[in-house]
């Protein structure tokens, strides 16, 4: 059988995540001996995939992603539907995983695969080349008759080393490596010559066995490992044949063993490559953290979430502030990099909850640590009493804007929460000013680069000669202590009125008005007028990129239900009459678009002129 493997392409420029699931799944169908041609379209046009879809009959087509890779989702389903209709769509990872009947019915796939991919996808592959009974394949869902059908769960792949290394030439490794290198200018202290940066990102295990109710866990919660000698093996592969010399690791729980770590950090000290990984604060100690540094870590990335008693045993974490507190201070005295987010509004959050977590983490204000807002993720308890609950009414829009992700899941009145997110960027801000660091030597390099010395806001020592472009970020990571300062870039040597201003609107106005609920109450009205009056003298004239998004949600929303016509029914869409068409977008998708004869004028000026003028002959 001939398979086609579709990542979408994400939106990112510079860099963007390697999908490893995808990977494991293309190896695994070729180790059956299927026929898998491997199309990834952050590296390649999407034109690229309809003369692939054109020059080859695939038996099936299959891609996967996040939920927020609907709108690249649905272009390559219908795209494959328009181009090789005899073709089985199959759509798996979390958003098929999280919410499948609404899956089902918004992109209409032939069939979901649920969990764990590589057995299901198989097996689904025998039942289509049989023409077989689909309801006994386990892990999947499709429509019948109307009707939704999910199987009975796959079991979990077990062990874990009898699956094959991932796909990397498939992927397109190398490429990417070369291509898609992450910035971090702010590792040059610590690792020097930043530019040949090359990152294997590897998994050494599956799952994750804590219960927390914000995140979703795609395979059901049973945590696996690979043995340390596979794991090193495919790290020697990736060293020989791609030239890697870092290494991520990206378990979810990669110091859940303790005896399995120390057997990895010997292994990994021969290695001789620095390397990062995540972990639960549960699992630190003193003599693992050394272990660790001596072998190579030099960043972990902790989920803190909150300082409060109360919301961490409302989200199940399993941890308490003094966990916390006590991982943190650890990888200070190891000199290890420690990063992690406090995020707010679980719906055990208050203004006194809120108060607590600001409090303890103002009790590391020289730490790197985010603040965000709990996002309701589709498969998470959250996701679905939001629902249940009529506030998320519109899941589509969920899916594909991310400012329609932000939800008052809490008891608190709206205004209350209001000032919750309002004095949580406030605090981002702040942490911002306080982890500046005093500059010397600064000079202009380039347009947007320059050099300076750098005074750690931690240990005080000196950073000399760090090369920064603002455009992406002012951070360093300190040579001495190896945590994260900012370089102070309100220094007016720097010229960048816009930010010396925002910088100081929250440092002095903004965190004013939000040090109490009743004075952000009172002055909520001022803050939205600012708000107003800032976007019309400064972003109004900047925001094409924004209402080109809004101008194309607002046509999607036109044509929601519009069904997609054949390619020589499009053709006729130049023409601009009122109804459904299907057009090539500016970035090669396929789309729907409905014109309205009443408003045809008001969208060929807002948004259809300049995206899709001169294109719909490409079809």
Known sequence: MKVLIVVPHYGEKDFYYMPLGMTYVSAYLKSKGYDVFFLNLNHHPFSRLREVLQEVRFDAVTTGGLFIHMRPLRAIVETAKIYNPGAKIILGGAVATGDPKFILEELKPDFLTIGEAEWTIDQLLQAIGNKSDFNQVKGIAFMENGNFVRTTPQELIEPLDSLPYPDYEGFEFSHYLDHFAENVQHLAPVRGNIKNRRVGMVI???????????????????????SVENVMGELRYLVENHRINEVYLMDDMFAAKKDRIREFC????????????????????DEMLGLMKDAGCYLISFGFESGSKEVLRSMKKGTTPVLIERAIELSLKHKITAQGNFIFGDPAETIETMNDTIDFTRKFKKLCVGYGTVIPYPGTSLYFNLIERGKLTDRLRFHEDSRCQLFNMTNMPE????????????????????????????????????????????????????????????LVVCKHCYQRTFADITDIRFMNLQVICRRYFYRYIMSWIVATPQRFRKLYPLVLWFGSVKRSMIQLDKDIKGLKMRMKYALQVLTKNAPMPQPETAAASSSLAAGPAAVINEKGYAQRIEVDSKKKEKLRAGYFDEAYQGIVEKI
């Open 266 to 285: 010997k292994e990994l000290k021969q290695l001789g490559l620095p390397w990062q990984c995540q972990v639960r604060v549960t699992s630190v100690d």
């Open 204 to 226: 050494s295990s599956r799952d994750c066995a804590s219960k927390c109710t914000f995140c979703f866990r795609i395979m059901g919660g049973t945590y696996r490992v690979r």
């Open 415 to 474: 205004l209350d929460f209001k000032y919750l997110v309002r004095r949580v960027t406030t605090e981002n801000h702040l942490r911002m000013v306080w982890r500046s660091g005093k500059l010397r030597n600064v000079k202009k390099i380039d347009k947007n680069a320059w050099s300076m010395d750098i005074r750690c806001h931690h240990c005080n020592g000196w950073n000399e000669n760090c090369k920064l472009d603002f455009r992406f970020g002012e």
